[in-house]
């Protein structure tokens, strides 16, 4: 009787142990790799939980497309950085928010041709380029719009809007910016002035939605008392 009950622990304590692995894609500021490995704002805040929930996956670098698919069809992943939309709500589970986000067009500076103030206008330009399966695919597909040339790869949609081979590039704003004046391209490809983004949120970490709700619950209380000790703010503050 000792030894069921001793192995009824033992199972029930494998079950219950967070074995989530993360995924992500190369966005910097929030995920970058370097010579020590990836860091990056968002890199550093799910290290920091990973430490408090006892997590010691490695976190995968690979690409969004492969990511969401993985997270979205397989029990024990979670993806960072995501933006917790209507359409997403109900496909995953949710912890965050880590950062928000800002979408709007970038073009090139010297396209004085193109004048986008409305999504209406944006709509007549001749080709938008959009990363499959993001947020600004997603946003793009859900307010009608048709001129879009969809890759599956972020990196080269930004090297169509760089070589001037699209009008327009849906992208978050912040981060699109920092890459910009690392690369010295803000000079060189310029947001759009609207009258409003196309879309403002805020970004999770999302987890399949057979996830148990223990670990979901640790995760984010983990987020939360590092935003009230100040080990959050610490972090956001080294890539500043």
């Known amino acids: 009787m000792k030894t069921i009950i001793i192995a009824l622990f033992l ?6 142990e967070d074995t989530i692995q993360p995924l992500t894609e190369t966005w910097t500021p929030y995920q970058m790799e370097s010579k020590h490995g990836l ?16 997590n010691n996956k490695k976190i995968e670098l690979t690409t969004w497309n492969r990511a969401y698919h993985i997270t979205q069809n397989k029990e024990g992943y979670a993806l960072f950085l995501t933006t917790r939309s209507k359409k997403r709500e ?21 396209r004085d041709d193109i004048v986008v103030k409305t ?14 399966k993001t947020i600004a695919h997603e946003k793009l597909l859900e307010y009608g ?16 809007l760089k070589e001037n081979k699209v009008d327009l590039y849906p992208v978050e ?3 699109f910016m920092y890459k910009l004046k690392n690369m010295k391209l803000d000079h060189a490809i310029v947001p759009v002035q609207m009258q409003e983004p196309i879309y403002e949120s805020q970004l999770y970490i999302a987890f399949n ?3 148990d709700d223990t670990i979901i619950e640790n995760w984010q209380k983990a987020l939360d008392t590092m935003k009230n000790d100040g080990s959050y703010t610490k972090i956001i503050n080294r890539y500043k």
């Open 173 to 175: 704003y912040y981060a």
């Open 11 to 16: 199972s029930l304590s494998l079950f219950s």
């Open 209 to 211: 939605k057979n996830t």
């Open 119 to 132: 999504l209406n206008d944006a709509k007549k330009v001749g080709s938008i380029v959009v990363a499959k």
């Open 90 to 110: 109900e496909l995953f589970k949710w912890v965050g928010p880590i950062s928000s986000m800002k979408l709007v067009f970038f073009k090139n500076k010297f």
């Open 39 to 54: 860091i990056g704002i968002s890199v550093d805040l799910v290290k920091e939980i990973q430490k408090r929930v006892g």
């Open 145 to 160: 719009f048709k001129n879009l040339e969809v890759n599956s790869l972020a990196n080269y949609s930004f090297t169509k």
